[in-house]
């Protein structure tokens, strides 16, 4: 099998490429499915995620959505299910089946490494302490492992700092999307009102443009970036860090210079969309750590024709 990049070479910084649901963009396999993960291992990927639920009776299984209907041939919420009964679905346009959580760790525990997982935590309800200590006790045969990282990242701020009471050893990402945003698309969403700087904020100081746009979103994101203590990344989107530079502020220079030694990720990047050359050489310069893609095989195509 051919070899897959793992980073693209920039003015001397290694950027890792992450493997957004555990896609490489070929469509071997559908989406955060357990062979797909054992493709990327075999292949040599640095820098896998795929996202996690959680069943009625406390099963974390890899899908992305609340509800079963998009991606499996199941309907109704994942949370009112139970994971015997998912177990029984298959993923859409394939005869394979829903994994668990605890399938992928048998899975993570026998890649050789160096492989950093990203767990995307998808629950958005508050999880109990027990349910979290459940996600932990879940992933605990791969923490210590030699040669892989296991990062638990999630939008819930009050999720994670559930996690990091629980189990403080777990490492931590947040996007703080939720807190501070711009707008994307035409469904809604929180923050619900794009504010006076244009950005998706429902903070009072958004109200009314007092600011040099600059500095609001300095202290925005300074604010957000303390919401859990001790995170290792920081996930951006990539439209807010696009339209952040656009208005003279660069968020990944700022969250360096906050959090020195923790990395900033920016999702979701595809070489299929427009202007992706100009926007993938927009955020090298900007100095992001990691780029997240559903088509890391052609991002790195098109970086090195990109590349002088």
């Given at each position: 099998?051919?070899?897959?990049p793992?980073?693209l070479?920039?003015?001397?910084?290694?950027?890792?490429?992450?493997y957004?649901?555990?896609?490489?963009?070929?469509?071997?396999?559908?989406?955060?499915?357990?062979?797909?993960?054992?493709?990327?291992?075999?292949?040599?990927?640095?820098?896998?995620?795929f996202d996690?639920?959680?069943?009625?009776?406390?099963?974390y299984?890899?899908?992305?959505?609340?509800?079963?209907?998009?991606?499996?041939?199941?309907?109704?919420?994942?949370?009112?299910?139970?994971?015997?009964?998912?177990?029984?679905?298959?993923?859409?346009?394939?005869?394979?089946?829903v994994?668990?959580?605890a399938?992928?760790v048998?899975?993570?525990?026998?890649?050789?490494?160096?492989?950093?997982?990203?767990?995307?935590?998808?629950?958005?309800v508050?999880?109990?302490?027990?349910?979290?200590?459940?996600?932990?006790?879940?992933?605990?045969?791969?923490?210590g492992?030699?040669?892989?990282?296991?990062?638990?990242?999630?939008?819930?701020?009050?999720?994670?700092?559930?996690?990091?009471?629980?189990a403080?050893?777990?490492?931590?990402?947040?996007?703080?999307?939720?807190?501070?945003?711009?707008p994307?698309?035409?469904?809604?969403?929180?923050?619900?009102?794009?504010?006076?700087?244009?950005?998706?904020?429902?903070?009072?100081?958004?109200?009314?443009?007092?600011?040099?746009?600059?500095?609001?979103?300095?202290?925005?994101?300074?604010?957000?970036s303390?919401?859990?203590?001790?995170?290792?990344?920081?996930?951006?989107?990539?439209?807010?860090?696009?339209?952040?530079l656009?208005?003279?502020?660069?968020?990944?220079?700022?969250?360096?210079?906050?959090?020195p030694?923790v990395?900033v990720?920016?999702?979701?990047?595809?070489?299929?969309?427009?202007?992706?050359?100009?926007?993938?050489?927009?955020?090298?310069r900007?100095?992001?750590?990691?780029?997240?893609?559903?088509?890391?095989?052609?991002?790195?195509?098109?970086?090195?024709?990109?590349?002088?």
């Amino acid at each position: 099998m051919q070899p897959l990049p793992t980073h693209l070479e920039y003015q001397n910084r290694r950027v890792l490429l992450k493997y957004h649901r555990a896609q490489t963009g070929e469509r071997h396999h559908p989406p955060n499915a357990l062979s797909a993960i054992k493709e990327l291992i075999a292949r040599g990927a640095r820098a896998i995620e795929f996202d996690v639920g959680i069943t009625l009776d406390g099963v974390y299984i890899l899908l992305h959505d609340p509800h079963l209907e998009r991606e499996t041939t199941g309907v109704g919420p994942v949370r009112l299910a139970t994971h015997t009964e998912i177990k029984r679905l298959h993923l859409r346009g394939s005869h394979e089946r829903v994994a668990t959580l605890a399938e992928a760790v048998a899975v993570l525990k026998e890649a050789e490494g160096p492989l950093k997982v990203q767990v995307d935590l998808k629950e958005t309800v508050p999880l109990s302490e027990e349910e979290a200590d459940w996600l932990y006790q879940t992933l605990k045969p791969l923490l210590g492992k030699n040669g892989v990282e296991v990062v638990v990242g999630c939008l819930a701020d009050w999720n994670l700092r559930t996690l990091r009471r629980v189990a403080p050893e777990l490492e931590l990402g947040f996007d703080p999307a939720f807190h501070l945003d711009v707008p994307v698309g035409e469904f809604l969403r929180l923050p619900v009102r794009t504010n006076a700087y244009g950005y998706l904020d429902d903070h009072p100081l958004g109200y009314r443009k007092v600011l040099p746009t600059p500095r609001y979103l300095a202290d925005r994101l300074e604010a957000t970036s303390y919401l859990v203590p001790g995170v290792r990344e920081f996930y951006l989107r990539k439209e807010f860090v696009l339209k952040a530079l656009d208005d003279g502020f660069n968020p990944i220079e700022h969250l360096h210079r906050l959090h020195p030694g923790v990395a900033v990720d920016v999702w979701t990047l595809d070489a299929s969309e427009e202007n992706a050359r100009e926007k993938l050489l927009r955020l090298l310069r900007a100095g992001v750590d990691q780029i997240t893609s559903n088509t890391p095989l052609a991002l790195a195509r098109l970086f090195e024709l990109a590349s002088p």
